[in-house]
């Protein structure tokens, strides 16, 4: 069971990125799906979330308007799209999943089992 996240990268400030989540040894199909983000000396944080059942999200008020979350399931992969990038948001990101087959939008770190290895994000300005 293993999550691989990736596009992370140097943006410039405004820009946009996109990230990938991508999920082997298991579907996704049944799974919630996270984004969170960690910068230095900070606590890891919830950006956007998406339930398995009928892609209902959740975003922080830090990126809302700003980042999409989706994913495909026939490609068992999950996407954070990052538009307007600040110097902010510059941080290691990571993917999680869930097993939760129901309406459950789940946005707690301490609610997810899988996590991926992190890709870092740096918005310079």
């Known amino acids: 069971v293993q999550l691989v996240d990736a596009g992370g990268g140097l943006v410039q400030s405004g820009g946009s990125r996109e990230l990938s989540c991508t999920a082997s040894?298991?579907?996704?199909?049944?799974?919630?799906v996270g984004w969170f983000r960690q910068a230095p000396g900070k606590e890891r944080e919830g950006v956007a979330c998406?339930?398995?059942?009928?892609?209902?999200?959740y975003y922080a008020d830090s990126v809302k308007g700003r980042f999409t979350i989706s994913r495909d399931n026939a490609k068992n992969t999950a996407y954070l799209q990052m538009n307007s990038l600040k110097p902010e948001d510059t941080a290691i990101y990571y993917c999680?999943?869930?097993?939760?087959?129901?309406?459950?939008?789940?946005?707690?770190?301490?609610?997810?089992?899988?996590w991926g290895q992190g890709t870092q994000v740096t918005v310079s300005s």
């Open positions: 999680a999943a869930d097993f939760s087959p129901s309406m459950v939008v789940r946005s707690g770190v301490n609610e997810y089992d899988y």
């Open positions: 998406i339930n398995s059942r009928d892609g209902t999200t």
């Open positions: 040894g298991f579907r996704l199909d049944y799974y919630a």
